[in-house]
């Protein structure tokens, strides 16, 4: 783990991605270890992370351990990720994807919130 990423789970879940949104643009990763295809995205988004170098944060959440996020979220699949900006969902995407796909869709979050 790094300083743009964290771990997430119920207790943290509103100051580590609600408030945190409002400064800095959240991608929340539900995934689980049993996952095959999370175990693709989560070392993408980490990796992406570092190179976007703190223009928005991971937000790791272990699906088996916090189901009332994934319910919340209406996960349907796993991995989910999530994006939050300025408090609210602005996008989704569900599946393991291509890197230029989860760059766009970075470039994106990242966008709208600065706009």
């Known amino acids: 783990m790094n300083q743009f990423t964290c771990n997430v789970e119920e207790a943290t879940f509103d100051e580590r991605v609600i408030a945190h949104s409002h400064t800095t643009p959240v991608v929340l990763d539900i ?4 996952c095959s295809p999370c175990r693709v995205l989560k070392p993408l988004l980490e990796k992406l992370a570092l190179q976007y170098n703190g ?32 408090g609210q969902i602005t996008d989704r995407f569900h ?6 796909f989860v ?13």
């Open 31 to 34: 995934g689980a270890d049993w």
């Open 55 to 86: 223009q928005f944060l991971l937000a790791k959440v272990d699906a088996d351990e916090n189901m009332r996020i994934a319910g919340r979220h209406q996960v349907k699949g796993f991995p989910t990720a999530i994006a939050y900006s300025h």
């Open 95 to 100: 599946g393991a994807q291509t890197e230029r």
């Open 103 to 115: 760059r766009e869709f970075l470039d994106r979050l990242i966008t709208q919130h600065t706009a």
